[in-house]
């Protein structure tokens, strides 16, 4: 298990990073954290002609709050979540989804930004984009995009993003105080992807679940309006709405019975 | 914008356990296979090479890292810590390590490298952590022989040894 | 012996290397320069000819040594032999055919791993597929597909067994209870995976093998066999540490056989070590078992007779020591209970699944499964405690040593105490309360009870019980198990212990300098003790190595009797020294002295080294009183006799397990609230170790009931390559067992130890399985107990929903499947004429190299498939039939490349809308193998998806010529909308054009 060859480019800057993918598109992977495009590349399943190192670009790594959004650098990490200043109460969503994020040795390397990129539809940070309404800030040699979280993800390992184009930054939005979130998540083990992951978000727009684990993306459905005793036949609704499958972990039944139960606590929680 | 091309042999330089050291290695080397073959640090162990078993497990620039998801080129410059730097000298054991001994926290040792740089790492961070806190970063690691409750004895015995030499 | 001082708590030896990274493991040792490194290429599909296989373009990369196909093989070995006499080759690499996902199929040797691994990517196979067989039924259906020609069936041996009155005790008895039960594949894996150093020397034709196997060297001789040479021409070497192996490196040895002839054929010292998917896909598994079993039982619950009818699936080759797993507790199948009156019938099959060999607990979880199940299942029928059953069953303390109905001769025990101590220590009443009380909160919480003997020390000649009374006496007796030790003085009179045990973690070195100490007055640490060993040098037997539990057993066994010996003859060089009568000579604390006058003394070392400075001194016959080797093997593994009674293990432990879970029946999952696990295991030597032994056990009976299998899907494809599919618990997932214990010392071993590195993985699956059993009130159980299988059990129906389910579509028994829908301003007759035209196919479809013409309706393809980092190059052979111009059509196609391989079936309507207007409707069945399907199965799904849909939309903005498409349709697979498919096919066709 060792990668095939590739040429190994250490960018220095954003724009050294845009003209590598400008020249090579998807010849070129971009490498941050590592944690899913290494193992990828030891087992050869993925085989580009140009890996573009990230890391160490300055300012790239940076994890801040401006104009009400946390603002997410491409390499940093997702343990830096946990010392972003009172994350429980203004983002309270990834603050609970956090500890589910694989482990304390892949969080410790694994960015954020990486995570999204990859879009692997059992992986929390992809869904918590997509129930905070967050956003993605793409740059290519062409210049900048902003893309919502909801446009982004479009398959299994699938994005919005075009071949010259990787994500600068990602940014989640401030909770507002009167904002009510809950995630729930059952997996095989402790720190595996997500059978099923589903988050519920009640804020001044409505009410709405979103599911990970199950479609090809993180299936965000909104539920305005509901009340406590209707969530039973709410979440059976969702769960037959949803393309559920079975692979060598979970059955079409478990996950639709998964769906069942954790989108009925986490809407719970909310309405409560 | 520095380019290793595919076909080339470059010189890696890094501090290791505290000395400088350099090797050979191509772009795609992976820095498990570096340290071990290229350095000779065979303490350090390859159990998967895709970043679930944890014991290829080292600390780069002061964080934990599975070093079989690390190229050897990134690390130029780079200050590593491996298992072989843990222990105080050559004839005696860090806290930590003497715990293991003391509580059979291990019995093939093929894991344990790892496992003792992660629990040293959490140690240092956070001298406090509760037995929750340990197995919750213990289970970055896989262990297929001790059944993991040796291991959990040992990392509290060793927190509790070290808040006492505080 | 003292016994006080044995069983110390004393710090392992050998941890100081291990704690600060200075072991020394398979792949840390030096090799000579010359050493090239070498990488398998393996089959990716289950059952298949090899139509065509090309190595050329491989041996022709620069640092390629060579490459090594079945030709070469076959030229330099002989198939390996087996314990069965079947019309069954087994070769170390696929001949003509594959038979299992992950078959070697050729090897090359280069100058570092990487390179190695760019040849093996350069390898190019063809395969005719055959029908893949998949499971025990499948494999025993008459119109089943075949692995081996010459069987003319996949069932390669059935046997059957009567002891006792079996078919009067049913029909007298009051009751019939029986079980129904299947033990999936699963595999211990150590972290450590396997690794061989190999050389070959021409002028002397003999082979040199560094690898971390563990024995039973018994395999030696295969191995040498095969390598058509004389044993002393094949020098086996194990390092000094070894990464766990809990059975699993026996099953190495096809690969020593590759890596030494690969050496032979490259002219160098070869290496290899095995990376973690080849390990999970084809190293080795523990047998799958389906078992029937049918017990008589009287009211009171007493079992009369056991009927037994066990099907072993040993994978696609029976390889050494196979068909051992269904042999080793033939001497204990009533396990811990008295039961006279006995029939088995074991049959083998074959499957397209990698063969089987050791994995801890060898055989015993099988048998212990349906046992322990049936024990449940009888208190369930009869309405009685299942305590009592098994109480009500035990053999009695006064009754050992007890001869079993098939002739085991369990050695020592007190069943009853023991399950009593555990139930009053343990706190039984208390979890019976706890459970009461969490169901009275609604909770599903149930408790299990298993009781087990523990077998040890295996009998070489069990596995003849496989044969015919006739064929073992043809074949002549097998039986014993010698084990080996050396205890040896230097010039310094410092003492060295060497004994045939390889092990891997169990800290052997540290218990013989217990044992050997104790039994010459001296300090543990004053002794060194070696357990690397090297074939040609070291002594040794069969037997030798490190399973079935037998180190306290035996081999400590046999290093006590050399270190007494030695012991004798340096008391009576003391005796003459000190000038008194052997009697009066005492050993303590490292000096000899007289018993009535302490202070005349003599020290150990110096009467030691006597020997050495000065033979001339010591009278008496014999060699001067310098090394004991003694090769010690026990008198009560006799082979199996006429009547097929046979005493398989030397040594019989006694475990009681209960325990508490609770089945969150939101979520399926279990959690284990209680463990508690009684051993007795005879003397224990080492209570830090034999505790270990315990905790690991239980971690591998927990991974094997509650969350591994070697999964296969239905195609064939392994689908559980990597630690993320197959999941091995962690210190989230393992409780803390308590850990109790009892003590009746084995009569039979040296030391009164017994074995206890595999009791839990026997007894611990099975009480789970009856806790949840109890929980759910279910009366059959599916292991491994994941949520999936949770959820099947309590058969718990759907709410009615208002969205309709979605079709399942006819292809939805594929393990891929999918469909969708394009409209397009096109009319079907265009659509028709461009899917039957190959210059448009390569434009249209997406990484499109080339596009043949193979037939009017056959297409041969080069396309690279891409999802997001994945990506592979693919040879597409497609056919399409069921023509019906210009309205439907159905395809097949193969598509192969170094990925993996996929075959799938679809089909294609044509509905027209109105005059301009086109409906392409799509389904499609597929399934992939090989690596692709291996290491990332949970994603093929969606990113087969990805790559239907592109297709088929690029067909539609192809046939709409100029335009945009009148709107798509989300199809089954709530595909987004259109713009996202033009906008990847752009990448992929621009990809494809740079």
Request: glycine share 8%; proline share 5%; with cysteine.
């Amino acid at each position: 298990m060792k990668p095939a060859k590739f040429d190994y480019i250490c960018a220095a800057t954003v724009e050294d990073v845009a003209e590598v993918l400008g020249e090579h598109g998807a010849d070129a992977r971009v490498l941050a954290g590592g944690q899913s495009l290494m193992p990828m590349l030891s087992m050869r399943l993925s085989r580009p002609q140009v890996v573009v190192d990230i890391t160490r670009v300055p300012h790239l790594d940076g994890m801040r709050i401006e104009d009400d959004h946390l603002f997410v650098g491409a390499v940093a990490r997702q343990q830096s979540l946990a010392g972003v200043a009172d994350l429980a109460t203004r983002f309270p969503l990834l603050s609970q989804a956090l500890p589910w994020i694989g482990h304390y040795q892949t969080r410790v390397r694994g960015t954020v930004v990486g995570s999204l990129a990859h879009a692997d539809p059992s992986a929390e940070l992809p869904l918590c984009l997509v129930a905070m309404n967050g956003e993605i800030n793409l740059r290519s040699p062409r210049g900048s995009r902003r893309v919502r979280a909801e446009d982004f993800f479009k398959g299994t390992m699938l994005t919005d993003m075009a071949d010259d184009e990787f994500i600068q930054s990602a940014r989640f939005p401030v909770a507002k105080p009167t904002d009510r979130f809950a995630f729930r998540e059952v997996g095989r083990r402790h720190g595996d992807f997500a059978i099923v992951a589903a988050a519920a978000v009640r804020d001044d727009t409505g009410i709405h679940v979103t599911v990970g684990g199950v479609n090809d993306v993180p299936f965000r459905r909104r539920f305005d309006g509901l009340e406590v005793h209707d969530i039973g036949d709410a979440v059976s609704e969702l769960a037959a709405e949803l393309d559920t499958r079975s692979d060598l972990h979970a059955s079409a039944a478990l996950r639709r019975q998964l769906v069942r139960s954790l989108a009925s606590d986490t809407l719970k929680e909310v309405l409560s | 914008m520095r380019r290793i091309p595919a076909n080339e042999q470059v010189r890696v330089s890094v501090e290791v356990n505290g000395r400088v050291v350099t090797g050979q290695a191509e772009s795609r080397t992976l820095l498990s296979d570096f340290l071990r073959h290229e350095l000779g640090l065979t303490g350090t162990h390859v159990g998967c090479e895709h970043g679930v078993c944890g014991a290829c497990t080292i600390r780069i620039d002061g964080d934990i890292a599975r070093s079989c998801l690390k190229l050897a080129v990134q690390v130029e410059g780079a200050s590593i810590e491996t298992i072989e730097g843990l222990a105080p000298a050559p004839d005696s054991l860090s806290v930590l390590q003497q715990a293991f001994v003391e509580h059979h926290g291990l019995q093939c040792g093929f894991c344990t490298p790892g496992i003792l740089i992660s629990l040293d790492t959490l140690l240092r961070n956070e001298p406090n952590a509760d037995e929750m806190r340990i197995r919750e970063v213990l289970s970055g690691h896989l262990c297929r022989c001790t059944g993991y409750t040796p291991i959990v004895k040992a990392a509290l015995a060793a927190r509790d040894r070290l808040k006492e030499l505080d | 012996m003292n016994s006080d001082t044995l069983n110390s708590d004393s710090p392992r030896i050998e941890d100081g290397p291990l704690v600060t990274g200075r072991g020394r493991f398979m792949d840390d040792l030096p090799v000579s320069v010359r050493t090239a490194q070498m990488a398998v290429f393996r089959s990716s599909v289950a059952h298949a000819r090899i139509a065509r296989l090309n190595v050329d373009e491989a041996r022709l990369l620069p640092g390629v040594l060579a490459v090594i196909t079945s030709r070469e093989v076959m030229a330099h070995t002989a198939p390996l032999a087996v314990g069965i006499r079947v019309p069954v080759e087994c070769w170390p690499v696929a001949v003509d055919r594959v038979r299992y996902v992950g078959e070697p199929v050729a090897v090359v040797v280069a100058e570092s791993r990487y390179i190695a691994e760019d040849a093996v990517d350069l390898i190019e196979v063809d395969y005719e597929p055959y029908e893949p067989v998949m499971s025990i039924d499948h494999a025993l259906k008459a119109d089943a597909a075949i692995l081996h020609d010459k069987l003319g069936s996949n069932l390669c041996s059935d046997r059957s067994f009567c002891y006792g009155e079996p078919d009067a005790a049913f029909e007298q008895s009051d009751h019939t209870v029986s079980v129904d039960v299947l033990y999936p594949r699963n595999s211990c894996t150590p972290i450590e995976t396997y690794g061989i150093v190999a050389d070959y020397d021409a002028h002397t034709n003999t082979y040199e093998a560094l690898t971390n196997f563990q024995g039973p060297f018994s395999i030696h001789t295969v191995v040498a066999r095969a390598l058509k040479v004389a044993g002393t021409q094949l020098r086996l070497k194990t390092p000094p540490d070894s990464g766990g192996s809990f059975g699993v490196k026996q099953a190495q040895f096809p690969y020593v056989v590759l890596a030494c002839v690969a050496a032979r054929v490259a002219g160098v010292p070869v290496k290899w070590i095995e990376d973690r998917v080849e390990h999970l896909t084809a190293s080795v598994s523990a047998t799958s078992r389906q078992t029937t079993l049918r017990a008589a039982v009287s009211s009171e619950g007493r079992v009369l007779a056991l009927d037994w009818s066990q099907v072993e699936d040993v994978g696609a080759f029976i390889r050494a020591p196979e068909p051992a797993t269904l042999y080793r507790m033939m001497g204990n199948m009533c396990g811990a209970y008295d039961i006279q009156n006995l029939r088995i019938r074991n049959r083998i099959v074959m499957t397209n699944r990698t063969p089987t060999g050791l994995n801890r607990g060898f055989g015993g979880p099988q048998v212990y499964y349906a046992l322990e199940r049936l024990m449940q299942r009888i208190a369930v029928e009869l309405k009685l405690d299942p305590v009592d059953v098994i109480r009500t069953n035990l053999i009695r303390s006064e009754q050992f040593p007890y001869r079993t109905a098939s002739g085991g001769l369990y050695d020592s025990g007190d069943y009853q105490l023991s399950v009593d101590e555990a139930l009053r220590q343990g706190g039984f009443g208390e979890l019976v309360t706890r459970r009461n009380a969490a169901r009275r909160e609604g909770k599903r919480y149930g408790i299990g009870t298993t009781a087990c003997v523990e077998p040890s020390v295996s009998n070489m000649g069990y596995i003849t019980a496989v044969l015919t009374p006739e064929e073992r006496a043809k074949a002549g007796p097998k039986n014993g198990a010698i084990s080996t030790a050396t205890v040896s003085v230097d010039p310094s009179g410092s003492v060295a212990v060497h004994v045939a045990s390889v092990p891997q973690g169990q800290g052997h070195r540290t218990v013989l300098a217990n044992v050997v100490g104790d039994e010459l007055g001296l300090d543990a640490a004053e002794i060194t003790v070696v357990t690397e060993l090297d074939t040609t040098r070291d002594g040794w037997s069969i037997a030798s190595g490190n399973y079935s539990s037998r180190f306290a057993a035996a081999v400590c066994g046999a290093a006590s009797i050399a270190a007494d010996r030695l012991r004798l003859r340096l008391t009576e060089v003391a005796a003459s020294q000190l000038n008194v009568r052997v009697d009066e000579v005492r050993l303590i604390k490292g000096a000899f002295s007289c018993a009535d006058d302490a202070t005349r003394a003599i020290s150990f070392k110096r009467v030691a080294s006597t020997g050495h400075w000065a033979p001339g001194t010591i009278t008496g016959d014999g060699p001067p009183p310098l090394r004991e080797t003694v090769f010690w093997t026990p008198p009560e593994l006799a082979a199996p006799d006429a009547d097929d009674r046979v005493n398989s293990s030397l040594c019989h432990g006694f475990i009681f397990d209960f325990c508490g879970v609770e089945v969150d029946v939101d979520t399926g999952q279990v959690t284990i609230d209680k463990y508690v696990t009684m051993h007795d295991c005879g003397r224990v030597l080492h209570q830090g170790m034999v505790d270990g032994q315990i905790t690991g056990g239980f971690a591998h009976a927990v991974g094997a009931a509650i969350y591994e299998e070697l999964a296969y899907a239905q195609d064939g494809s392994f689908v559980a390559g990597t630690f993320a599919d197959y999941p091995v618990p962690t210190s989230m997932e393992i409780p803390d067992p308590v850990i109790l214990h009892t003590c009746t010392p084995s009569p039979f071993t040296p030391l009164g130890a017994k074995g206890v590195g595999e009791g839990n993985t026997m007894s611990t699956p099975v009480c789970l399985a009856n806790a949840v059993a109890d929980a759910l009130d279910v009366d059959d159980v599916q292991l491994p107990l994941s949520p999936t299988n949770i959820l099947k059990m309590m058969n718990v129906a759907e709410p009615e929903t208002s969205t309709p389910a979605a079709s399942p579509g006819a292809f939805a028994s594929r393990p891929i499947h999918g469909g969708g829908s394009v409209t397009v301003n096109a009319t079907p007759l265009k659509i028709w004429l461009m899917l039957l035209d190959p210059q448009t196919l390569r434009e249209i479809v997406p990484g499109c190299h080339s596009v043949d013409r193979v037939s009017g309706t056959d297409f041969v393809a080069h396309v690279r498939f891409g999802v997001g980092p994945v990506s592979g190059d693919y040879k597409v052979e497609i056919g399409l039939f069921d023509l019906d111009e210009p309205h439907s059509a159905s395809l097949v196609g193969n598509a192969t490349g170094a990925l993996g391989n996929g075959s799938g079936e679809g089909r294609i309507e044509l509905k027209p809308v109105d005059k301009t207007q086109t409906e392409i409707v799509w389904e499609y069945g597929a399934h992939a193998g090989g690596r692709v399907a291996s290491v990332g199965s949970r994603l093929l799904n969606g990113a087969t998806r990805i790559v239907m849909n592109r297709f088929f939309e690029a067909l539609g903005r192809q046939a709409q010529d100029e335009g945009s498409p009148s709107g798509a349709e989300p199809g089954s697979d709530n595909e987004p909308e259109t713009g996202l498919i033009g906008r990847a096919l752009d990448r992929l066709l621009k990809r494809g054009d740079s």
